[in-house]
T-cell receptor
Framework: GAGVSQSPRYKVAKRGQDVALRCDPISGHVSLFWYQQALGQGPEFLTY????????KSGLPSDRFFAERPEGSVSTLKIQRTQQEDSAVYLC???????????FGDGTRLSIL | QQQVKQSPQSLIVQKGGISIINCAYE??????FPWYQQFPGKGPALLIAIRPDVSEKKEGRFTISFNKSAKQFSLHIMDSQPGDSATYFCAASIGAAGNKLTFGGGTRVLVKP
């Protein structure tokens, strides 16, 4: 596809459930980022991949958050035992080679009831 | 610790007027400063970016002014149009343009016809 694709666009889960969010970066893009955007706030960095290697996970808020990119393309962000404070828009971004600006997907809006 | 502070939180401008958004940063290691535009339900899209070796950069109706000594930078939107109504985020990163971004809190701009 032409841009970064994220699915699902909307996800509603009950507190305590596990969720998985998918990101399809632009084809050939080496770098992949996940950000969390709370309502009315700027995105906050969660984690970064270069190909399949997770080089920075300093932004993950707890060990309930886990991200992977096993083949260096599609990435999944998994949140276990969801809490209400996990409600946010989760944005994925990719960059061709790390030197080029990031392109963002439209995000997954996660609501925890 | 909020490393990039953005103001105002919102502003209303008449069509044809100038919108001015300001950001201040703390980390002197930041050396790439992009501005993103975000419409409701969409991901952030890169508008314009600057590095500290220049004091001003203009692209069409959008201008970034940069003051390295004050650790401040601003976005000016000239001849504002209703289609410019969106949320604008300043951001900063260290090194390459594709490195992880630290965002400001955002400014919601409404351009009245």
């Amino acid at each position: 596809g032409a841009g970064v694709s994220q699915s699902p666009r909307y996800k509603v889960a009950k507190r305590g459930q596990d969720v998985a969010l998918r990101c399809d970066p632009i084809s050939g893009h080496v770098s992949l980022f996940w950000y969390q955007q709370a309502l009315g706030q700027g995105p906050e960095f969660l984690t970064y991949f270069q190909n399949e290697a997770q080089l920075d996970k300093s932004g993950l808020p707890s060990d309930r958050f886990f991200a992977e990119r096993p083949e260096g393309s599609v990435s999944t962000l998994k949140i276990q035992r969801t809490q209400q404070e996990d409600s946010a828009v989760y944005l994925c971004a990719s960059s061709r080679d790390g030197e080029q600006p990031q392109h963002f997907g439209d995000g997954t809006r996660l609501s925890i009831l | 610790q909020q490393q990039v502070k953005q103001s105002p939180q919102s502003l209303i401008v008449q069509k044809g007027g100038i919108s001015i958004i300001n950001c201040a940063y703390e980390n002197t290691a930041f050396d790439y400063f992009p501005w993103y535009q975000q419409f409701p339900g969409k991901g952030p899209a890169l508008l314009i970016a600057i590095r500290p070796d220049v004091s001003e950069k203009k692209e069409g109706r959008f201008t970034i002014s940069f003051n390295k000594s004050a650790k401040q930078f601003s976005l000016h939107i000239m001849d504002s149009q209703p289609g410019d109504s969106a949320t604008y985020f300043c951001a900063a990163s260290i090194g390459a343009a594709g490195n992880k971004l630290t965002f400001g809190g955002g400014t919601r701009v409404l351009v009245k016809p």
